[in-house]
């Protein structure tokens, strides 16, 4: 019953199609088509601008997906596809896995398993636009997940994430 209320919402709120999906690289840094809910109007620079917090390319249905991380939803035909997990290093879109592959140390670990829709990275809050220094720091926590994974260490992450999207972290 959600995704078709999400969708009435959405194509409502602007012009373009309900879902937005981006070729992004998975387990083995093969690359796969990752499935969002639009939360963006159209435009050009999706495939290689990181949104920002103030990014006026957000319409107001998709500030409201953002924060509530519904936006994500649709990524569970992704699990269903097996391209990813529920939990795992998050995929990132190609042209980002270009940019951080050489310049953040440790960067190709996060693709020795199946990415997730949640991580150890967003359970700590690092998400959304990111630099270097930044992909640093998420690459730190991908690799600590790849390295001691259990499936109470993705049950902790998944209760992580449900409290941070509730604002109660």
Known sequence: ????????????????????????????????????????????????????????????????????????????????????SVVGPRPHMESDTQRYADAVRGYGIRHWVRPGITGLAQARGLHGHTDEVAMAERVKADVYYVEHWSVALDLKIMLATLLRARGWV
């Open 1 to 84: 019953w959600l995704v078709p209320l999400m969708a009435l919402l959405i194509r409502l709120d602007s012009a373009g199609p309900v879902f937005f999906v981006q070729w992004r690289s998975g387990k083995d840094n093969r690359p796969f088509r990752c499935y969002k809910f639009r939360s963006m109007r159209l435009n050009d620079e999706a495939d290689t601008l990181q949104a920002r917090a103030d990014d006026t390319r957000i319409t107001r249905m998709g500030r409201f997906l953002r924060n509530t991380s519904l936006d994500e939803l649709p990524q569970f035909w992704n699990v269903l596809k097996g391209d990813m």
